[in-house]
């Protein structure tokens, strides 16, 4: 039997993989803040999987939070054949009317928090000749507008991953980024907009650019299910890719910034989004 360790739990694409590797037989570890606070997201499980299912609290920023998990895993045999490393947050804003606190927050979840549950947990997985699953974002494939810190932490995580895919192959652990486009999750719900100086000077970009945002938001008709179920059929294949796109938004963003040319690209860009992020 497979371990599995999943750190977002409580919500979305997190909670779906849960119960999908659950279903596939393996031992899952679901985590996420105050997870075991939140009775209710697994209550089915709970009861149905009781020897193959364990939930713990991870604040992916809490140094001590993750000792303790890898801690648990130690105890549970000292091995670990899948991570995926799910848990993020999403801030919205000008780079210019963030504070240095939010700047840092964005950081702390998005990679560093990443990283470092990463390498608490290499030994278990290179006993395993494990599998790591690193979630971005097509924000990791393209900048934009207003999302400047966003983007950057998941071009942290893409670099990141390079990177990892071959110092960790020489110890036969496999690393694959998820860039999952716009699906049907509760991202838009929980996202920080930072806008709160009425006298910004990037307030009417702004305010396009959330009406743009839950318009859009609202006409999702991508299930996040096909993301949980694609990320566990990942899992199975014996060598599995640096990266896997999900979504028709996702590969078009990825066709779209692979094969046109930056001469382009830039002005394209920086043409439709000025009309549409600058209109009155």
Known sequence: MRKVLITGATSGFGQLMVKEFLRNGDFVIATGRNLIGRRHLFEHERAKYSQSFRELNLDITDQQQIQLVAKEIEQLGGTLDVLVNNAGHGLFGAMEDLNSEEIRHQMEVNFFGLVEVTRSLLPFLR???????????????????????????????????????????????????????????????????????????????????????????????????????????????????????????????????????????????????GKVLSKT
């Open 127 to 273: 006993r395993s000749k494990a599998k790591i699953f690193n979630f971005s974002s097509v924000f990791g494939l393209m900048g934009f507008p207003l999302t400047s810190l966003y983007c950057a932490s998941k071009y942290a995580v893409e670099g990141l991953s390079e990177s990892l895919r071959i110092e960790l192959s020489f110890h036969q652990v496999q690393v694959c980024l998820i860039e999952p486009g716009g699906y049907r999750t509760d991202f838009g719900q929980n996202l920080k907009w930072s806008h709160k100086n009425p006298d910004s000077v990037y307030l009417p970009q702004m305010k396009n650019y959330q009406n743009l945002h839950e318009h859009f938001s609202k006409k999702k008709t991508q299930e996040p299910i096909e993301v949980a179920r694609g990320v566990l059929m990942l899992s199975l294949r014996r060598k599995i890719p640096m990266r896997k796109v999900f979504g028709i938004d996702g590969k078009f963003s990825y066709a779209l910034k692979t094969l046109v040319p930056e001469f382009i690209y830039f002005p394209v860009m920086e043409f439709i989004l």
